[in-house]
């Protein structure tokens, strides 16, 4: 099926701008991954590298925090993207078992790395597991609070978004 030049002017601007990941840019526009990934790769071919340009926009227009949780929101959906391929790939439990590892590891430098860089992001975090735990405790001594609690939840939310 051939598609207009803005379709691929679309996924170009959603990969490299908009920062989502190409799998989330191609279905956005509407079209296939293995499309995405001929599309990304003829323009590599012809001088249009979209990760360099991807590349060079986030460090020109960011601070260090915003480039970290570019970073980061980029390696979590690589991770996302590989557990999900892993689950339909035949591999053996060896290449597997590898690819985990590896996966974990890069995860753990990541998380800690993002505590230097990005204590706010540290903080949401600590933050929203708190607000977890108290759900759960107040499921699990006072039920009969739970509807009073998460109608107080959504304006909570809006709170700790403003400070986080």
Not at 16 to 42: C, H, N, P, Y
Not at 51 to 56: I, P, S, Y
Not at 71 to 76: D, G, H, T, V, Y
Not at 135 to 146: H, R, S, T, V
């Amino acid at each position: 099926m051939a598609y207009p030049q803005e379709t691929r002017d679309k996924l170009r601007k959603a990969f490299v701008f908009d920062q989502l990941s190409l799998e989330i840019a191609a279905l956005q526009v509407g079209i296939g991954f293995g499309t995405a990934r001929r599309w990304k790769a003829d323009a590599k071919a012809n001088g249009d590298d979209w990760d360099k340009v991807k590349a060079a926009h986030v460090l020109a227009g960011e601070s260090t925090e915003d480039l970290g949780r570019a970073i980061l929101s980029a390696l979590l959906l690589q991770y996302n993207s590989t557990m999900q391929e892993m689950q339909t790939a035949q591999m053996s439990a060896e290449n597997k078992a590898s690819v985990l590892s590896s996966l974990a590891d890069s995860f753990n430098k990541a998380i800690s790395a993002s505590k230097k860089i990005l204590p706010e992001t540290q903080e949401a975090a600590v933050a929203i597991r708190t607000v977890r735990l108290m759900a759960e405790f107040i499921g699990d001594k006072y039920p009969e609070l739970m509807g009073d609690f998460a109608m107080m939840f959504d304006d909570f939310q809006a709170i700790i978004e403003r400070e986080f």
